[in-house]
């Protein structure tokens, strides 16, 4: 009698890792927009403030990710409003950059140092003009001295910052990396290794 023997580790292996290859794909995806977050919440919280107005982390607190999956697609959307977080409508202006006109007001009231909330929030506010031709909206204080609140603006230009675009440009080359054909590869053969077992690859 002969006998034939045959090691199909090698062969399961390479065919699981094939199978492996969407999942692995995915999730080098998922990882890369979870990285690429973390450095957009990073660059918007460490803005500087324009003018004299308080800094607030609205920005940063809300720029998320939304994962979407289909039969034969699945994407990453990285920005403000996605899932729980707000739109930020400042968000893509200070990114770009650009000039602000009120829509309703005859001014743009910009808050100062120190200064919370809106003019509606204090009915006791008045308007005075500087020498300089500056207008303010202004309040008294307890001791009755003057205190300014907002600065009224007829425009206001903001200078791009590109929080966002800046960081996503120079991400954008770790993506096509991760999507090369050697680094699914590698890391489906990761996956399938972990769920065959150890000698899954058959000595290959």
């Not at 890792?17 to 969407?22: F, H, N, Q, V, Y």
């Not at 968000?91 to 000039?99: K, T, Y």
């Not at 506010?125 to 008294?140: A, D, N, S």
Request: aromatic share 6%; glycine share 12%.
């Amino acid at each position: 009698m002969s006998g034939i023997q045959q090691d199909f580790k090698g062969a399961i292996f390479k065919t699981q890792t094939l199978k492996t290859i969407p999942k692995a794909t995915k999730y080098l995806i998922t990882k890369w927009a979870a990285d690429t977050l973390k450095t957009l919440k990073r660059s918007a919280a460490g803005m500087k403030k324009s003018g004299r107005g308080r800094k607030t982390g609205q920005l940063a607190r809300n720029v998320g990710m939304l994962v979407s999956a289909g039969e034969d697609t699945y994407s990453v959307t990285l920005g403000t409003g996605l899932e729980a977080g707000k739109d930020v409508v400042y968000a893509r202006i200070q990114d770009q950059g650009g000039e602000i006109r009120p829509r309703r007001a005859k001014a743009l009231a910009i808050p100062l140092a120190g200064v919370k909330g809106v003019p509606r929030n204090f009915p006791d506010l008045f308007f005075i003009k500087t020498k300089r031709g500056t207008m303010l909206l202004c309040r008294r204080d307890g001791k009755g001295r003057l205190k300014p609140m907002f600065l009224l603006k007829d425009k206001v230009q903001i200078p791009p910052s590109g929080w966002f675009s800046v960081p996503l440009a120079n991400m954008v080359p770790v993506l096509k990396d991760l999507l090369s054909g050697p680094s699914i590869y590698n890391q489906a053969a990761k996956m399938a290794a972990e769920k065959i077992g150890p000698g899954a690859s058959g000595g290959m």
